[in-house]
């Protein structure tokens, strides 16, 4: 049995599509369990470079089974857009297969989530994450399914939505609402569409898993994102955290074996919220730039800072990491020291764990302890061995840090660009 987790240990774009991509190679089945479309997950083969929304990223691999579980809300026509872009560079999509108990996202989502974050300010994705998960779990959404074998009952309730949404868009915020008819003709062309990949996913995974095949599941975003024990409210709406991956796809938790916490060699943030480690300064332009820190999604600039050990240690606690998958590492190659914060300061005192209140995160002065930089180019280094000494102690002292040992270190974006030191799927 090999069921294996792999989740962003920081606040997302930790370069999960990377890693995930290439383990992707030798897993049978590759999951994805939450998010959505507002994800962004890059992977780069030879010299293609390929940007996944919605699709895992074992698509790449044509003997690779791809699910997107029940966890993961569906936004038709981005879905659509991928496995046509896809399909239009040569991709085979046909071991695409998608619950049907996942939930769609809307055109009122996306609406409603355009102007509500313009009040809140989180600074979402606009792709109608938070208004869709508000909805499945008011028990007022709608799952891919419903289109397939209720289409009545779809019709009667998805007008009463309508009904309702249009009464907040155009009422409350003064918003033009939608035409129902013309909506609902757009759902039933996509889901024309996407019928043929439509499938009780939870069934497929369980049984990949019972056969003994290597399956992967796949998170977006990251830890800090999660909507329980992330930095809430400046978080995406699902559980990116390991446990999500069960309630995602619908396996039991013991079918896991291995929980890996993808973890960028510094620190970078999309949206608002605090960020203790975040540097405004050169630096952190100088990180943004050499790491091309833009939102894979979006475009934003990502906020940049240094490693943060006590993020790292409470993703270990609520992920249960049993390795470690350090990417960008390349991204330091220039430094001449590196910091890494270790504790925080607050109120005057020294905290180790990360705190439980947003407003008290705000106030911490990180404490750092300060290691040389290699200042050598690595992006072509393939073995652990070969990396320069001051970049070994770097990682020895984050697996020191964290309590967790690394299996995979990336030094580049590509898929060739990966050290192993210890295989996942032996
Ligand atoms: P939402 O998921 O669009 O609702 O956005 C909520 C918060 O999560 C915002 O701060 C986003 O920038 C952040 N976020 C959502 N998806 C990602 C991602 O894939 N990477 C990094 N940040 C993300």
Redesign the pocket.
Known sequence: MSAVVLVGAQ???EGKGKITDFLAERADCVVRYQGGS???HTVEVQNEKFMLHLIPSGILYPNTLCVVGNGVVVDMGKLIEEIQGLQARGIDTGNLCISFRAPLVLPYHKKLDEIEDRKSC????K?G??PAYADKINRTGFRLGDLVVDRDGFKERFKQQVEDKNRIIQELYGEAGFDYKELLDQLLSQIEFLKPYLADTSLLVHNAIKEGKRVLFEG??GTL?DIDHGTYP????SNPTAGGACVGTGIGPTCINQVIGVVKAYTTR???GPFPTELTDELGETLRQKGVEFGT?TGRPRRCGWLDAVILRYAVRINGLTDLAITKLDVLDSFETIKICVAYRYDGQLLEEFPENLAILGKCEPVYIEVPGWQQDITGVTSYEELPANAKAYIEKIEELTGVKQALVAVGPKRSQTIVSRQIFD
Do not use: F, H, P
């Open positions: 606040w997302g774009d507002n994800a962004g989180i600074g979402t994705t792709r994450i938070g977006a975003q994102l400046y978080v995406t709406s999309v949206g608002e999604t």
